[in-house]
């Protein structure tokens, strides 16, 4: 039984039969470059460890990949939070009620929506921040242990309104 090795994505399968291998699409007992598995390349058809440039382009790329993962984590949590708060259907509707409080010129009425707002903003402050945390970051593992300075994360929560879609409309129409 043999080593082989897929030349196209390096798919390693142990103790197996060459014949059922072509060898123009699989090394047969290739001498393994002493490196991680990304690291390797097909170089002219001998399989070799990709340079220290090529390496840097491999690293770079993940540690790319990994920031765009991570900062669509940070606003997910952050948009999912706001939810749990507030529907979709309730920030749609506050939209439309600051909008109506503006139209009608109700401050009363504008006055009770500004601290949603602003919480919100708030929110997307943070937000914004933990990406530069990670944009800032080195490494994967630095990318992964950026984010949320979760103490202002969990003051920020403490501090959300209780404005409601009913007492803003009741300011609208008079009932309140």
Same mark, same amino acid.
């Given at each position: 039984?043999?080593?082989?090795?897929?030349?196209?994505?390096?798919?390693?399968?142990?103790?197996?039969?060459?014949?059922?291998?072509?060898?123009?699409?699989?090394?047969?007992?290739?001498?393994?470059?002493?490196?991680?598995?990304?690291?390797?390349?097909?170089?002219?058809?001998?399989?070799?460890?990709?340079?220290?440039?090529?390496?840097?382009?491999?690293?770079?790329?993940?540690?790319?990949?990994?920031?765009?993962?991570?900062?669509?984590?940070?606003? %997910?949590?952050?948009? $999912?939070?706001? /939810?749990? *708060?507030?529907?979709?259907? +309730?920030?749609?509707? #506050?939209?439309?009620?600051?909008?109506?409080?503006?139209?009608?010129?109700?401050?009363?009425?504008?006055?009770?929506?500004?601290?949603?707002?602003?919480?919100?903003?708030?929110?997307?402050?943070?937000?914004?921040?933990?990406?530069?945390?990670?944009?800032? %970051?080195?490494?994967? $593992?630095?990318? /992964?242990? *950026?984010?949320?300075?979760? +103490?202002?994360?969990? #003051?920020?929560?403490?501090?959300?309104?209780?404005?409601?879609?009913?007492?803003?409309?009741?300011?609208?129409?008079?009932?309140?």
């Amino acid at each position: 039984m043999s080593v082989v090795i897929n030349k196209q994505n390096f798919q390693r399968i142990a103790s197996a039969n060459t014949a059922e291998y072509r060898e123009g699409d699989w090394w047969i007992n290739p001498i393994e470059p002493d490196c991680d598995r990304k690291y390797w390349k097909n170089d002219n058809g001998t399989l070799a460890e990709m340079t220290s440039a090529e390496k840097q382009q491999i690293d770079d790329a993940e540690l790319i990949a990994a920031k765009i993962e991570r900062k669509a984590e940070v606003q %997910a949590e952050l948009k $999912e939070y706001i /939810e749990r *708060a507030y529907s979709e259907d +309730e920030q749609r509707d #506050f939209l439309l009620l600051l909008w109506l409080a503006s139209e009608q010129e109700n401050q009363d009425a504008k006055n009770y929506i500004y601290p949603l707002i602003a919480w919100v903003q708030n929110g997307q402050t943070l937000m914004r921040e933990a990406k530069q945390r990670i944009e800032a %970051a080195a490494d994967a $593992e630095s990318v /992964e242990a *950026a984010g949320y300075d979760y +103490e202002a994360f969990y #003051f920020w929560h403490q501090t959300m309104p209780g404005v409601t879609t009913q007492q803003a409309g009741e300011m609208l129409n008079g009932e309140n």
